[in-house]
């Protein structure tokens, strides 16, 4: 049975910049590779969770459904507006938020729940990111049925316009694995990150129009896209509520900026570098494979080699999101 | 601050079966880790060619609550095996741990030696060129596994298995090469060592 996935493993301790970025992309390519492994987990994630129940995940279309209803009636009444406008974009706004806020929060755990794994084997980092981001749009797809229910029974249909929401799903696609990434590499090195996160995260659902409406803040609604939150939800959800496509392509182009943006600084090193390639800087150097002659391919010429003096964890961790990440699984297996 | 490995060189061509012994946290796991690239280097160099494959965790790497079928579809997987390649393996992984009609039933349900059998047979079912082992698997009947492969590093705390099965030893003590040569010139040393310490021991 052929098992031959890594042909050539090299790894010295302190590649430059240039090899670490060449691994990044390496690591990003390989886990391309293996995106139907990151299907399957995606998968079995889905149905492990639900396994054994009648409605399976069904579950999720219900109890997002049974959500909307009753937060819907409730705010509608408080907010004194009228339920079939009300309803319509309480469905959608909170089932696009849902995918929103549950990526960001198991981009926390995305390393550290495959902890087994990453200390098994060695395997392309990006496949944990495209097995979180397979699950949530898996969730997504099945909670997209109440948005299509609640639009049906208001019979609100948000026209051609919906399909300029189709980009925007493809930059969710690229942030989100960038956020994985970055996310997940620093929750698996300092623990303290998740929490911060999760508060984040709750305190940006409340002053992001999720539950309420735009037009409630009235002359002030000119400062809501200076909250990111806003324009990365609305670059999908306002072409799905029917928005004029002027609105849209100004809240997409800020979405871009301000997403690459909060990459480039948050991954630190190289300006206008994505996150993936910061975050994993000392990865699969599989791009040396060209340079490696034919002979060594043969069984004869295998060989294993090694001089490893490792030392500090703590200057792994400065050295690179990746290889911090395996000390601190490292680190508390001991 | 944890220093786990020290200056330890070596290289291995193939048709050498290198066995790893020390006490427990010598560093022996941790070698073979970093000889997988799951651990890289901090100070040094890790060179490896050819088709890798770890046998590092005991537990199998099985989902007890997947089927016996999709815990090999999921082995394949992960070894990047294209969809034609699955089906032959969960026939031949079938075959071998002779489940029958309990592959489409959870692993959770599957007596001990059902179970031990699944596991053997998912590790057998790749034939690496370089294969890493700790000692667990060698409990089941490996020795074809040992053969098949190019390169084999294998981690234990048995000394005879060392002698039977491996043309170099490497001796690690806290995260340092104490002897490295002929595995009955090693393993005498390693034994003697220890009888030397359990008499300092009880000479106190």
């Known amino acids: ?334 | 601050m944890v220093q786990a490995l020290l200056d330890i060189s070596f290289s291995l061509r193939g048709g050498d079966r290198l066995g790893l012994i020390g006490s427990n946290g010598a560093g022996k796991t941790t070698l073979l880790r970093t000889l997988a690239g799951i651990y890289e280097p901090v100070v040094g160099h890790v060179r490896v060619q050819g088709s890798l494959n770890a046998l590092l965790d005991s537990s199998l790497g099985m989902n007890l609550e997947l089927t016996g079928r999709e815990n090999i579809m999921l082995r394949g997987l992960y070894n990047g095996l294209p969809r034609p390649a699955l089906e032959r393996l969960a026939q031949d992984v079938a075959e071998f741990a002779e489940l029958g009609d309990f592959l489409d039933l959870p692993v959770r349900i599957y007596s001990a030696g059902m179970v031990v059998r699944l596991g053997f047979a998912l590790a057998t079912a790749m034939r690496p060129q370089i294969l890493l082992m700790d000692e667990w698997i060698l409990a089941g009947d490996a020795a074809f596994m040992v053969r098949s492969a190019d390169i084999l590093v294998l981690s234990t705390h048995d000394t005879r298995i060392v002698t039977t099965w491996c043309s170099r030893v490497l001796w690690l003590d806290q995260g340092h090469l104490r002897l490295d040569g002929d595995p009955d010139y090693v393993v005498a040393q390693y034994l003697g060592g220890a009888a030397e310490a359990a008499t300092v021991t009880a000479g106190k």
């Open chain 1, 1 to 334: 049975m052929p098992a031959a996935r890594n042909a050539l493993l090299d790894l010295n301790a302190d590649p430059g910049i240039v090899t670490r970025n060449r691994m990044a992309v390496w690591d990003v390519l390989d886990g391309v590779r293996l995106l139907p492994l990151a299907w399957a987990l995606g998968w079995l994630d889905i149905r492990l969770r639900y396994r054994r129940s009648v409605l399976g995940p069904f579950w999720l279309t219900l109890s997002t459904g049974v959500m909307v209803a009753s937060l819907g009636y409730l705010y509608a009444h408080i907010f004194h507006t009228e339920i079939h406008d009300y309803l319509p974009y309480l469905a959608l706004s909170l089932v696009l938020w849902g995918f929103l806020g549950t990526v960001v929060a198991e981009a926390c755990t995305a390393f550290t729940d495959s902890e087994s794994v990453v200390r098994a084997v060695r395997m392309p980092f990006f496949l944990f990111a495209a097995r979180v981001l397979i699950r949530n749009v898996m969730v997504l797809v099945h909670n997209a049925v109440v948005i299509v229910v609640v639009d049906a029974v208001f019979q609100m249909w948000p026209g051609w316009h919906a399909l300029l929401a189709i980009p925007g799903f493809l930059l969710w696609g690229i942030d989100s694995l960038a956020v994985v990434l970055l996310l997940g590499t620093f929750c698996a090195r300092f623990r303290d990150i998740l929490p911060i996160v999760s508060s984040i995260m709750q305190i940006a659902f409340f002053i992001t129009p999720v539950l309420w409406q735009p037009s409630q803040l009235g002359r002030n609604q000119a400062l809501l896209p200076l909250n990111p939150f806003f324009d990365l939800l609305d670059i999908v959800r306002a072409p799905l509520l029917g928005s004029v496509p002027g609105a849209w392509l100004w809240g997409f182009s800020r979405g871009v900026c301000l997403s690459a943006r909060a990459d480039a600084s948050l991954s630190g090193s190289e300006p206008g570098g994505h996150s993936e390639q910061s975050t994993h800087t000392c990865r699969k150097p599989l791009g040396l494979l060209s340079a490696v002659p034919r002979q060594f391919t043969k069984p004869e010429k295998n060989r294993v080699g090694g001089c490893v003096r490792p030392t500090r964890p703590g200057s792994a961790a400065s050295r690179c999101g990746a290889g911090a990440a395996r000390h601190q699984l490292q680190l508390a297996r001991r």
